[in-house]
């Protein structure tokens, strides 16, 4: 099968290695163009197994377009493409291309998928790998697996500790299956579609007179990107590695600090039946990500001040 690879990261660089460990022909790789004096990962891993390799700064271009028709490709590959890919470049190849997602489509269609599920609370996810189209992450899914989503998973974690090995093995599983011939088309279900804009500092802020378990879910899905963010002593401070704490904080108002110790900064949230505490890792204020219970003794806070 030749293949002509989209992609970036650590993701598409580990597609590529199973793309070519399987045995299909590699007829371009595209990757992020050099930021900052480094190569992407999979730009690295491409020019060193001695494939072409782009890295336009867009799709959208005529040169593109004709640079992909040319390639001859049976099948393109879009690896975690964040670059809005157009019809042009991805119906150039003879059978169409494949696309990586990390959810159950139709369920959380969009850019932060793995955001938006752990902070509506869900504890089943997975990935797709689907047919493009012209829609946002609408074609026809050809393969997904379900990956549960344990109750301290950040969207970090679940990613890079349970999607990512399974993703990238989907995803050669999904070329294997175009290349015999058996790949199913299924059509997306639009009664059960959902779609979420990107996660951005807009939906990141913490209300900790929400529910407990809510507080909780909106840290995790934050972390590590954008980092679910509060303030301390009038200025921003961003949340990481939380962890909810057994026990009643008692009548602590909510975002009331009711205990820095080796678990962090503990602070309660909600009330009546749904309060309760959350441990805070780390934090970043206007400098490095460090440690709570650190932050803490640096600018001398102490059990009884309020976030937020």
Same mark, same amino acid.
């Given at each position: 099968?030749?293949?002509?690879?989209?992609?970036?990261?650590?993701?598409?660089?580990?597609?590529?290695?199973?793309?070519?460990?399987?045995?299909?022909?590699?007829?371009?790789?595209?990757?992020?163009?050099?930021?900052?004096?480094?190569?992407?990962?999979?730009?690295?891993?491409?020019?060193?197994?001695?494939?072409?390799?782009?890295?336009?700064?867009?799709?959208?271009?005529?040169?593109?377009?004709?640079?992909?028709?040319?390639?001859?490709?049976?099948?393109?590959?879009?690896?975690?493409?964040?670059?809005?890919?157009?019809?042009?470049?991805?119906?150039?190849?003879?059978?169409?291309?494949?696309?990586?997602?990390?959810?159950?489509?139709?369920?959380?269609?969009?850019?932060?998928?793995?955001?938006?599920?752990?902070?509506?609370?869900?504890?089943?996810?997975?990935?797709?790998?689907?047919?493009?189209?012209?829609?946002?992450?609408?074609?026809?899914?050809?393969?997904?697996?379900? @990956? /549960? +989503? *344990?109750?301290?998973?950040? #969207? !970090?974690?679940?990613?890079?500790?349970?999607? &990512? =090995? $399974?993703?990238?093995?989907?995803?050669?599983?999904?070329?294997?299956?175009?290349?015999?011939?058996?790949?199913?088309?299924?059509?997306?279900?639009?009664?059960?579609?959902?779609?979420?804009?990107?996660?951005?500092?807009?939906?990141?802020?913490?209300?900790?007179?929400?529910?407990?378990?809510?507080?909780?879910?909106?840290?995790?899905?934050?972390?590590?990107?954008?980092?679910?963010?509060?303030?301390?002593?009038?200025?921003?401070?961003?949340?990481?590695?939380?962890?909810?704490?057994?026990?009643?904080?008692?009548?602590?108002?909510?975002?009331?600090?009711?205990?820095?110790?080796?678990?962090?900064?503990?602070?309660?949230?909600?009330?009546?039946?749904?309060?309760?505490? @959350? /441990? +805070? *890792?780390?934090?970043?204020? #206007? !400098?490095?990500?460090?440690?709570?219970?650190? &932050? =803490? $003794?640096?600018?001398?806070?102490?059990?009884?001040?309020?976030?937020?």
């Amino acid at each position: 099968m030749r293949v002509v690879l989209v992609g970036q990261a650590a993701f598409g660089q580990s597609v590529l290695k199973g793309l070519l460990a399987a045995g299909h022909e590699i007829a371009a790789v595209y990757a992020l163009p050099e930021s900052k004096g480094k190569k992407d990962p999979l730009a690295v891993e491409a020019e060193q197994a001695g494939l072409t390799v782009r890295t336009p700064a867009s799709y959208k271009t005529p040169e593109v377009a004709a640079e992909f028709a040319s390639l001859n490709a049976d099948l393109g590959v879009l690896a975690f493409v964040t670059k809005i890919i157009p019809p042009a470049v991805f119906e150039a190849p003879r059978l169409g291309t494949l696309c990586f997602h990390p959810s159950l489509l139709p369920k959380y269609r969009g850019g932060s998928a793995l955001a938006w599920q752990i902070v509506r609370g869900e504890t089943r996810g997975g990935y797709t790998v689907f047919w493009t189209d012209a829609g946002i992450d609408t074609g026809p899914i050809l393969l997904q697996e379900e @990956i /549960a +989503i *344990g109750p301290d998973d950040t #969207a !970090g974690s679940f990613y890079f500790d349970k999607v &990512f =090995a $399974a993703g990238v093995a989907g995803v050669v599983r999904a070329v294997d299956l175009v290349a015999a011939g058996t790949a199913p088309r299924i059509a997306q279900d639009e009664a059960r579609a959902t779609y979420d804009p990107l996660y951005t500092d807009e939906h990141a802020g913490v209300r900790w007179d929400r529910p407990v378990r809510e507080v909780h879910d909106l840290i995790r899905g934050c972390d590590p990107q954008p980092g679910a963010h509060t303030t301390c002593r009038g200025q921003m401070l961003r949340l990481y590695d939380a962890r909810r704490v057994s026990g009643d904080p008692g009548a602590a108002a909510p975002g009331t600090i009711v205990a820095i110790d080796e678990r962090g900064l503990v602070v309660a949230a909600g009330s009546g039946a749904d309060a309760g505490a @959350i /441990a +805070i *890792g780390r934090v970043r204020g #206007a !400098g490095a990500k460090v440690k709570a219970a650190d &932050f =803490a $003794a640096e600018h001398k806070l102490a059990a009884g001040e309020r976030l937020g």
